[in-house]
């Protein structure tokens, strides 16, 4: 601070050296400003209280004085400074809880200053604090409240060698001092409270930052493992030196991650795990809070935990040397159930864990855990969606001899693959007693799991009605009613379906053909294309519906291709693909395999809509050998 | 599904005999429902014939088939009109290979029911 010593006016009166009032009053005057001046440019509490302590007290010509903070609600006084005061007064009286019967408390609790001008009175009026007030030579004593307001801020001794008589000038002096000191602490804590909000402010915003981070991490395209690894990392140091993650895996916890900035110190916990592995009966922090969803903050890690920890010397030693001081362990928690723990520790950097700070690290754990349980939810729905993709699809299609077949099926996207069930399917089937083959391709309007399973029942049905004997257009008559009995009068949806009978004879192929409101199919002929325009009413809505069969005969060599709208409807920058690049893509294809034109067709559909598809696409291709 | 209000709009025009439903931008899975609930306030208002105009459509799929077998179904069971505007494009072609043209009451441009 550099401040000045402020020249101390002696109140009392010296034989020969007559000091007039005026010249009091004007060295007071001085000597205020002075003080006003250096309490002026202390910024913290500690700082005025050493102000008070030191240039006050001089002011007043004090032989000893402390001056104490009082924090807001609480009946403590804590010392700002001490000084004067030889002997272990000092360090006895740092913390002084309020005692009514006691010159201090008094004048805090009252408001009003306690003035004890000479040992008689301490004795007389505090007889059990006297032995303590007049130690060490002095006599008289001042005990002034710090108040501003209604604000109780603490309160300043003043003490003396001498009796001092408390007058009135010199009650109002002492008093005057009091209230400069007491108009600075007010100040300053109001300062220091604005630090600390400020700080408090920035360590928030710090955090948020930090949780942002973390969500993002939460949702990056890697294996939830991977995510929480990442997640340890980011984070050691920036907000703990060591961080780790566990998992429940059904009966027992498991530690999927670790982390510290100083590879070495990841070393040292590893030989230490190595060294000695926990034993089933060993209580592990972590493990408790994974299975009991109950967080444990430890501010901090007393030595008896870790002596009691230590199975040995060696161990005791090795444990000491990871540093752990201060330890907060969540559960993951998610819907209720708890997946695992997250444990942060301070070590080396001194830093310490709070409850304060179970709210933030709660978040960050909820982060994790909402990402495990979708990760969980997707590998169900991944599930459910492979179990019912089985059931609209077949595994793989019968030989038909003379004939090569090939199905495709894609959902509208490809990361969709593994959880899309669509409306879309494509089938061959064997109807032995009469030796032909069935072929259909289908679309069922709308997705979802409604769809599914209207997809199901069309599948089923036309298998059912196949191996029954019953012609294409029959068999798609009894599939139109089983749809309408099964929705009802809803008409809530709707199939397109291509139907044919296949026969093989030693010159190539026949296919009676019906479509019920499916698009037309594509006929190859070496390099030409024709369309089968066979007219029909779409599947599952009107009572009866018009179809006609049509023969279709592929000689050796000849390849028709059935498809469902989301080839001709597949739409890019120029537009629809539309049936007529369709035709001109297939007459591409001359002398392709069946599989070659149906792999043909979906990469060229999919490159026209950059590599995404709207719709989802089944394709069915027949060639005759 | 965010934003799908403004890919598909729909116009009403009240006349005598009719009430139009023009629907302009995309008609998909996504903005089937905007459609459906304008054409539930039509029949609630229960017009003598309700006309569904596709035909400013800038896509449509099978979600448009679906709105108008609804409709169809709502008018027969009240026993009120349905017509249909869908054009000589590709709305008119997806009807026609559905198979469904001839069971509706189809309206050239102008044409009134």
Redesign the interface.
């Known amino acids: 601070m550099g401040e000045a010593p402020v020249r101390v006016p002696r109140p009392r009166r010296r034989a020969g050296a007559a000091v007039t009032g005026e010249a009091l009053a004007r060295s007071r005057a001085a000597g205020f400003q002075q003080l006003t001046e250096q309490l002026s440019r202390a910024l913290t509490p500690a700082d005025i209280g050493r102000l008070t302590a030191t240039t006050a007290a001089a002011f007043i010509g004090a032989d000893g004085c402390a001056a104490y903070a009082r924090r807001d609600g609480e009946d403590v006084l804590e010392a700002l400074h001490i000084s004067g005061f030889v002997g272990d007064s000092a360090r006895r009286f740092t913390r002084v809880s309020l005692h009514r019967g006691r010159p201090m408390s008094d004048a805090v609790l009252s408001g009003e200053p306690v003035w004890l001008e000479d040992a008689g009175q301490w004795h007389a009026r505090y007889p059990e604090m006297a032995p303590f007030g007049v130690a060490e030579g002095h006599e008289a004593t001042a005990c002034l409240p710090l108040r501003v307001e209604d604000r109780d801020l603490g309160a300043v001794v003043f003490s003396f060698y001498r009796p001092r008589p408390f007058d009135h000038d010199e009650r109002e002096f002492l008093g005057a001092v009091a209230a400069l000191c007491a108009q600075a602490l007010d100040r300053a804590r109001l300062y220091t409270a604005e630090l600390e909000a400020r700080a408090a402010a920035e360590r928030e915003r710090d955090r948020m930052a930090f949780l942002a981070q973390a969500s993002r991490l939460m949702e990056a395209p890697l294996s939830v493992e991977e995510r929480l690894r990442q997640l340890a990392d980011l984070a050691v140091p920036a907000i703990a030196d060591w961080s780790a993650v566990h998992l429940v895996r059904g009966s027992h916890v498991e530690k999927v991650a670790v982390a510290h900035p100083d590879p070495a110190k990841l070393a040292l916990a590893e030989e230490l795990e190595r060294r000695y592995p926990r034993t089933a009966d060993q209580h592990d922090g972590a493990v408790d809070v994974a299975r009991s969803g109950v967080p444990v903050v430890l501010p901090e890690v007393p030595d008896e935990l870790l002596t009691a920890a230590a199975v040995d010397a060696t161990h005791l030693e090795l444990i000491r040397s990871i540093g752990m001081r201060s330890v907060i362990v969540v559960p993951l928690l998610v819907r209720g159930r708890s997946l695992g723990a997250l444990t942060l520790v301070h070590a080396e950097s001194g830093g310490r864990f709070g409850v304060e700070d179970l709210t933030f690290v709660g978040q960050l754990a909820a982060t994790a855990a909402v990402a495990l349980d979708n990760a969980a939810l997707y590998e169900q729905q991944r599930l459910v969606a492979r179990t019912l993709q089985s059931a609209l699809l077949p595994e793989e299609l019968p030989a038909v001899p003379g004939v090569s077949c090939a199905g495709r099926y894609r959902p509208p996207s490809p990361d969709l693959t593994e959880v899309y069930v669509g409306g879309d399917l494509y089938d061959v089937h064997e109807d032995p007693e009469r030796g032909r083959w069935a072929l259909t391709v289908a679309?069922v309007?709308?997705?979802g799991p409604q769809a599914a399973a209207l997809t199901a029942l069309v599948r089923h049905t036309i298998a059912a009605e196949v191996r029954h004997g019953l012609g294409p257009a029959a068999v798609l008559r009894r599939l139109n009613a089983a749809m309408r009995r099964q929705q009802g009068?809803?008409?809530?949806?709707?199939a397109?379906v291509a139907h044919g009978a296949l026969t093989v004879d030693p010159d190539g192929v026949t296919i009676t053909l019906v479509n019920?409101?499916?698009?037309?199919g594509l006929v190859l002929r070496g390099d030409r294309v024709a369309w089968v325009e066979v007219?029909?009413?779409?599947v599952g809505?009107?009572p009866d519906?018009?179809l006609t069969e049509t023969e279709v005969r592929l000689a050796p060599g000849d390849l028709l291709l059935l498809y469902t709208?989301g080839v001709t409807?597949a739409?890019g920058e120029d537009g629809?693909f539309g049936p007529e690049r369709l035709a001109d893509l297939v007459a591409s294809l001359a002398g392709a395999s069946a599989d070659e034109v149906v792999d043909g067709v979906l990469t060229a559909i999919t490159d026209f809509q950059d590599g995404r598809l709207r719709?989802d696409v089944a394709l069915l291709a027949v060639r005759a050998e | 599904m965010t934003g799908s209000e403004a890919l598909l709009r729909v116009h009403r025009t009240s006349y005598a005999d009719r009430l139009e439903l023009a629907l302009l931008g995309e008609l998909d899975n996504d903005t089937l429902p905007i459609a459906q609930d304008q054409v539930a306030a039509a029949e609630a208002d229960a017009p003598p014939c309700l006309v569904l105009d596709l035909t400013q459509l800038e896509y449509v799929d099978s979600c448009g088939v679906r709105l108008v077998l609804l409709a169809q179904h709502g008018a027969g069971e009240a026993g009120r009109r349905l017509a249909v505007r869908l054009g000589h494009g590709r709305t008119r072609r997806m009807f026609d290979v559905l198979g469904i043209t001839s069971r509706l009451e189809v309206l050239d441009a102008g044409e009134t029911p």
Not at chain 1, 489 to 494: E, I
Not at chain 1, 516 to 520: I, R, V
């Open positions: 679309d309007c709308g997705k009068d809803t008409r809530a949806r709707f397109t019920g409101g499916h698009p037309p007219p029909g009413t779409l809505v009107y519906i018009d709208d409807e739409r629809f719709d």
